[in-house]
């Protein structure tokens, strides 16, 4: 079936919508990984867009269940150039097309990918649809997302090691296995909780989640952050570590088209070691505003040289914009997971 991404500048690209749905409407985003479409599409983070792949040939290997960040796509439609009609995997379960079918996400194919990417690139991540009518007016969204990827109640992942107040900002779901694998006890809790919830259960460190859009509408977050400043240890990943500088008083901006990606390059600044990271994210921590004496940039992306990771002086504070457990990517820095521990302890 004919169908069109249609951006809300009215430009239109042509392709084949091959899915049951024939309708998606979000913002539209590209990812320039090889591979890791099974989690991409399962990545809370990707919450309310619409996922272009940069690699011309996506499906190759099917799904496989064990791979997805959560239980169910989070994308609002994928556009790919060629979908691989016959996938070959040994631990493949569904199709891609099967698996995209089963949760009612479109997909769209014969797009001229490359083309789609360079004018996101240029002119910025935009809304759009993915429609069979060309005419379509493209809508806007006031979706909460968080609300639509976070846990509703607190759960308990039991440990033997220090008790860590997860925010579940949408985390994914290799972020909690590395927590898992070293020890932690675990308290999940909903995005919205109040300081009173968390304090409930005497954690030894909080920990904001990645999660999707933007941070400054995350209000009950960063009141929760701000609460435990000079109090407990904290920490954050990707939209956390946004909604953790926020807390501290900087401020925030839209990139012009994010880092989505297994192959971004980051420089820690304390020891001049350079990372390959996986990243998630349409906002950053602006640098202007990052004028506290006490706070440092401990790691740069070398693309941009934007801020992916800081660090208190005098509070155990830290995070970092990137995915440390590399779900999907490379485990560079999964040394971060043990930093944890160090700052539970350093307090």
Do not use: W
Not at 129 to 156: A, Q
Not at 192 to 215: A, E, H, I
Not at 217 to 242: D, R, S, V, Y
Not at 253 to 277: D, E
Request: proline share 5%.
């Amino acid at each position: 079936m004919k169908g069109f991404i249609k951006l809300n500048d009215s430009t239109i690209f042509e392709g084949e919508i091959i899915s049951k749905k024939d309708f998606g409407q979000g913002e539209v985003v590209f990812n320039t990984s090889m591979t890791g479409y099974e989690e991409s599409i399962t990545d809370p983070s990707y919450a309310g867009e619409i996922l272009v792949m940069t690699y011309p040939l996506i499906g190759n290997y099917g799904v496989n269940l064990e791979n997805l960040q959560s239980k169910r796509p989070t994308i609002k439609g994928l556009i790919v150039k060629d979908y691989c009609q016959f996938p070959s995997h040994h631990t493949s379960q569904y199709s891609l097309l099967d698996y995209l079918n089963q949760h009612e996400v479109p997909i769209l194919s014969k797009v001229d990918t490359r083309a789609l990417t360079k004018k996101l690139r240029i002119e910025g991540s935009m809304n759009g649809v993915i429609t069979t009518e060309e005419d379509f007016e493209v809508p806007t969204s006031n979706e909460n997302l968080l609300d639509s990827v976070s846990t509703k109640e607190i759960y308990r992942i039991q440990g033997n090691g220090p008790k860590i107040a997860l925010i579940d900002l949408g985390v994914k779901k290799n972020i909690v296995n590395q927590l898992k694998s070293k020890g932690y006890d675990l308290y999940v809790f909903p995005y919205n909780s109040s300081k009173n919830d968390v304090d409930k259960v005497q954690p030894d460190l909080v920990l904001f989640s990645n999660g999707p859009g933007d941070p400054k509408k995350a209000k009950e977050a960063i009141l929760l952050a701000k609460g435990f400043i000079g109090e407990k240890p904290l920490f954050g990943i990707c939209l956390g570590h946004q909604i953790i500088s926020l807390a501290l008083g900087f401020n925030t901006v839209k990139m012009k088209f994010g880092h989505r990606g297994t192959n971004h390059p980051v420089k820690n600044l304390l020891n001049n070691k350079c990372y390959i990271t996986s990243q998630n994210h349409g906002y950053m921590v602006e640098k202007e505003s990052v004028k506290n004496k006490d706070v440092i940039i401990t790691f740069i992306n070398l693309n941009d040289h934007s801020i992916e990771g800081i660090m208190h002086k005098k509070y155990p504070i830290f995070t970092v914009q990137f995915h440390p457990e590399g779900g999907p990517g490379v485990h560079d820095t999964t040394f971060i997971f043990k930093k944890i521990k160090d700052s539970i302890y350093r307090n």
